[in-house]
């Protein structure tokens, strides 16, 4: 099947722990990027990447890191810079290189911070 | 049943009948819009598009109307079912971003 994954579905971090999100697609789309969303507000850009080995920060990047090593994979780390990093967050991936083509959405890691 | 997007965040409908949710967008340079559905607990998942050279745009028992003239996308339902009930969100595409809406959610009673 062809898709976009993410995990861990859940995930539970203490206060000061650096935590990495991961996001795999197999649909060979070159651009791919993070999302956060919390509730009642639309999903905010956290990352995005549109070739391997480059990525752009979004709206909220600060507190997060991603790498884009693989075409396949573009993992998020939260880090404890993230002053409020409890959000459940979505990753997705676009076949064309530009915000205008549709993206596709992984099932998304709801972070708790404890 | 009718939302009026943002300022009226849940509608309710009954089983079988049509769904409309509106939503208000803000930039008159945005040319391309998309509708997801999520449901709870899920990623988001795409539904319908459109571009802004064209007003209607019909998919199964989805219809996606733009109103360029008041910045303003619908995306109505038809035959409403159970399985339906979710949020809805539009997305717009000014250059150079994609800016999502807040949602609509989406209630279907039996």
């Known amino acids: 099947d062809g898709g976009i994954t993410q995990s861990p579905k859940y995930l539970f971090r203490k206060e000061g722990q650096n935590v990495t999100l991961s996001c795999e697609q197999n649909?060979?789309?070159?651009?791919m990027y993070w999302y956060r969303q919390d509730p009642g507000q639309g999903l905010r850009l956290i990352y995005y990447?549109?070739?391997?080995?480059?990525?752009q920060k979004g709206d909220i990047a600060e507190g997060y890191s991603v790498s884009r090593e693989k075409k396949e994979s573009f993992p998020l780390t939260v880090t404890s810079a993230q002053k409020n990093p409890t959000a459940f967050y979505l990753c997705?991936?676009?076949?064309?290189?530009?915000?205008?083509?549709?993206?596709?959405f992984g099932p998304g890691t709801r972070l708790t911070v404890l | 049943g009718e939302s009026v997007g943002l300022h009226l965040p849940t509608l309710s409908v009954q089983e079988g009948d049509n769904s409309i949710i509106n939503c208000a967008y803000s930039?008159?340079?945005?040319?391309?819009f998309i509708w997801y559905k999520q449901e709870s607990g899920k990623g988001p998942q795409f539904i319908i598009d459109?571009?802004?050279?064209?007003d209607k745009r019909q998919g199964q028992r989805v219809t996606v109307l733009l109103n360029k003239t008041v910045k303003h996308l619908s995306l109505q339902i038809a035959a409403t079912q159970p399985g339906d009930s979710a949020v809805y969100f539009c997305?717009?595409?000014?250059?150079?971003?994609?800016?999502f809406g807040q949602g609509t959610e989406l209630s279907v009673k039996p």
């Open positions: 997305a717009e595409t000014p250059p150079g971003k994609l800016i």
């Open positions: 930039n008159s340079a945005s040319d391309y």
């Open positions: 990447s549109q070739i391997v080995n480059d990525f």
């Open positions: 459109i571009r802004s050279n064209m």
């Open positions: 997705a991936s676009s076949n064309g290189q530009g915000h205008t083509d549709t993206q596709y």
């Open positions: 649909l060979n789309h070159d651009a």
